[in-house]
């Protein structure tokens, strides 16, 4: 199954923390805030500050607007402290970490705005790619995929259809389309996948 969210389907909700808000794209069927499989969203961070608590989630977090941001995660898992950075200082720079780490975000110049891919852990494997330059992409056997373009429109070579930038693309089980080898082709690309655990 192939479909594409237009952004007048997204939904403007606050964080988990109340300290900011968040444009969801997309969430599981059934799927709430404190409870859901997947959920794919986009936030503006304006100010420094602790991120929402998401135990049990891992979190993919890309840059798409802005001068950059660094993620300090503190975690205590196994009674054993650890700390470390992730410093996202250009477009589509992607982090990936525990939903469960007290997560502190210091903006290095200004505000930003990310791209967000949280999965349950006991569920879903997740990688997130990204592409600046112009790119035909193959595939991988999935059980979601999704898509979305910061610059330019996305075609899809099992169909017709062309992606406007800024919409998403929700692929279900791609290797049950109509095609024997799936390839994206566009630019400043964001592809996520979703394989089952």
Same mark, same amino acid.
């Given at each position: 199954?192939?479909?594409?969210?237009?952004?007048?389907?997204?939904?403007?909700?606050?964080?988990?923390?109340?300290?900011?808000?968040?444009?969801?794209?997309?969430?599981?069927?059934?799927?709430?805030?404190?409870?859901?499989?997947?959920?794919?969203?986009?936030?503006?961070?304006?100010?420094?500050?602790?991120?929402?608590?998401?135990?049990?989630?891992?979190?993919?977090?890309?840059?798409?607007?802005?001068?950059?941001?660094?993620?300090?995660?503190?975690?205590?898992?196994?009674?054993?402290?650890?700390?470390?950075?992730?410093?996202?200082?250009?477009?589509?720079?992607?982090?990936?970490?525990?939903?469960?780490?007290?997560?502190?975000?210091?903006?290095?110049?200004?505000?930003?705005?990310?791209?967000?891919?949280?999965?349950?852990?006991?569920?879903?494997?997740?990688?997130?790619?990204?592409?600046?330059?112009?790119?035909?992409?193959? &595939? #991988?056997?999935?059980?979601?995929?999704? %898509?979305? /373009?910061? +610059?330019?429109?996305?075609?899809?070579?099992? !169909?017709? *259809?062309? &992606? #406007?930038?800024?919409?998403?693309?929700? %692929?279900? /089980?791609? +290797?049950?389309?109509?095609?024997?080898?799936? !390839?994206? *082709?566009?630019?400043?690309?964001?592809?996520?996948?979703?394989?089952?655990?």
């Amino acid at each position: 199954m192939l479909k594409i969210i237009p952004p007048q389907q997204f939904k403007t909700i606050p964080w988990k923390n109340g300290k900011g808000e968040t444009c969801e794209l997309a969430i599981n069927e059934g799927g709430t805030l404190d409870d859901f499989d997947w959920r794919i969203s986009i936030a503006g961070v304006v100010e420094d500050g602790l991120f929402s608590d998401f135990s049990g989630y891992w979190r993919n977090l890309v840059l798409i607007e802005g001068n950059g941001i660094a993620l300090v995660h503190d975690s205590d898992h196994e009674k054993e402290a650890k700390q470390s950075t992730d410093a996202l200082k250009s477009l589509l720079n992607v982090a990936t970490f525990d939903g469960s780490c007290k997560t502190h975000g210091r903006l290095m110049d200004g505000p930003i705005k990310d791209f967000n891919v949280i999965t349950k852990i006991s569920k879903y494997k997740t990688t997130v790619t990204t592409y600046n330059t112009p790119k035909a992409v193959e &595939l #991988p056997s999935c059980e979601h995929c999704f %898509i979305f /373009s910061l +610059d330019g429109e996305i075609k899809l070579s099992c !169909t017709p *259809t062309i &992606l #406007p930038q800024g919409h998403l693309l929700h %692929i279900c /089980s791609v +290797d049950k389309l109509d095609a024997n080898v799936v !390839t994206v *082709t566009g630019q400043s690309l964001i592809i996520a996948c979703l394989t089952l655990v």
